[in-house]
């Protein structure tokens, strides 16, 4: 970086041949100020709603949110040992202990946004002169910057030496990052820069590696992915739910694999939840169901929570992470062979002022001050979903969350 609007990148050739250049900005840094701004001043730019419903079949719905005003009367939910503030606005005539459920209002959430994210006429000309942008449809900041030369063509001499010949095991005491990038695509599979990341080519290498353990995924959808792939693609079946109410997104849910004596596990996190219609005895809050599970050598425990927070002020955000982190000392203190693993955020695209890459990007930065020097696994997808050729999606397809998998796998079995 020059100061003149002119980069110097320098990126390792991994392989030989043709290699393709992709630029593309994200955020132009009036777009980063303006957005860092906006997450000071604005705290809370969604908000939810709740119903209640009373024994005689009566329901009232009101609004729930972190925090609420001062003035209004209101259900207290936080649980200060995990983190959590959470409030809905008290029914007129029904209790407290009648709330039934939680969904995201998009509604209220456009009023709250118009008030709070504005831009004076100067800024939004800046931003439209660099990127396609609309405040009311969200739009995009990111653009393919194209130059020259698109390509160059890399000879076989220049390839440095295998990469699997430098790398170290994948374990949970290895630098996060030790270069600038964590690795690579190749022919559709993910090459580790950070440790000896593994291929699972078959079922039975599956098996093997998940013979006698139990994998529970916490968190958010985009972890939920990972535990979707296991049960619908290696496992071939379907998960369990005691309760036949209970949804896809939400859970409780878990599934098993008899012959090699493999359990896997999944359960949503607690509120904010940008979601529709959960019952609100299906989710936990994170810190307090790791408090409550056994742990030991032969059980893994996967938390992914990130794409609910974007939303909201980063102090929200590091206030749960401090209540899980104390739950994952715990866990740790009583059983120390658990193996944690915490699932970076990836790319996505989305209405910038609620979803920005810019906030998933400080979110992975607070990641990994909080659980330094903690014998814990930062699986870091990041680069993997940036650098493949399919667009950035909440839910990356098939093809990254093999990899994903496999990553995570290669920590469960190290080589």
């Not at 800046?126 to 698109?150: C, M, N, Q, W």
């Not at 529970?216 to 109410?245: C, H, K, W």
């Amino acid at each position: 970086m020059f100061q003149n609007g002119t980069y110097t990148a320098q990126f390792r050739l991994f392989w030989a041949g043709e290699v393709r250049f992709n630029i593309r900005l994200v955020h132009p840094s009036e777009g980063c100020y303006l957005l860092n701004y906006m997450w000071e001043v604005c705290p809370l730019r969604l908000t939810f709603t709740s119903t209640f419903v009373g024994h005689d079949g009566s329901s009232e719905t009101t609004e729930c949110n972190v925090f609420l005003d001062e003035d209004v009367e209101q259900c207290d939910y936080s649980d200060k040992r995990s983190g959590v503030s959470w409030a809905c606005v008290k029914p007129k005539t029904l209790p407290c202990s009648s709330r039934v459920d939680h969904k995201v209002d998009y509604d209220i959430s456009g009023h709250l946004n118009k008030l709070c994210f504005f831009l004076s006429s100067e800024q939004k000309s800046i931003i439209s002169s660099l990127v396609t942008y609309d405040e009311e449809k969200g739009g995009t900041f990111k653009r393919t910057i194209k130059g020259t030369p698109v390509s160059i063509d890399v000879n076989d001499s220049y390839v440095p030496v295998r990469v699997s010949m430098r790398r170290p095991p994948c374990g949970p005491d290895i630098p996060a990052i030790p270069g600038p990038t964590t690795g690579f695509w190749h022919k559709k599979v993910w090459t580790s820069t950070v440790c000896k990341n593994q291929q699972f080519p078959d079922k039975d290498h599956y098996f093997k590696c998940l013979k006698n353990k139990e994998l529970y995924f916490m968190g958010d959808s985009t972890g939920r992915q990972l535990y979707e792939f296991l049960v619908f693609s290696i496992l071939n079946t379907t998960y369990i739910a005691a309760d036949p109410s209970i949804t896809r997104r939400a859970g409780p849910h878990y599934a098993v694999h008899p012959p090699s004596n493999l359990t896997l596990r999944f359960r949503v996190h607690g509120p904010p939840l940008r979601t529709g219609g959960i019952n609100v005895s299906h989710f936990n809050y994170l810190a307090n169901e790791i408090n409550s599970i056994r742990g030991g050598p032969d059980y893994v425990v996967i938390i992914t929570m990130w794409a609910h927070f974007t939303s909201f002020h980063y102090d929200i955000y590091i206030q749960r992470l401090r209540g899980i982190r104390t739950a994952i000392l715990n866990l740790l203190d009583r059983e120390p062979e658990t193996l944690v693993v915490l699932k970076t955020a990836s790319t996505r695209t989305g209405v910038p002022r609620l979803s920005s890459d810019f906030f998933s990007s400080q979110m992975n930065k607070i990641l990994r001050k909080m659980f330094r020097n903690i014998k814990v696994v930062i699986l870091d997808v990041w680069d993997m979903t940036l650098s493949h050729k399919n667009e950035d999606v909440i839910h990356p397809k098939e093809v990254i969350v093999r990899q994903e998998v496999g990553l995570l796998l290669s920590y469960v079995c190290p080589l």
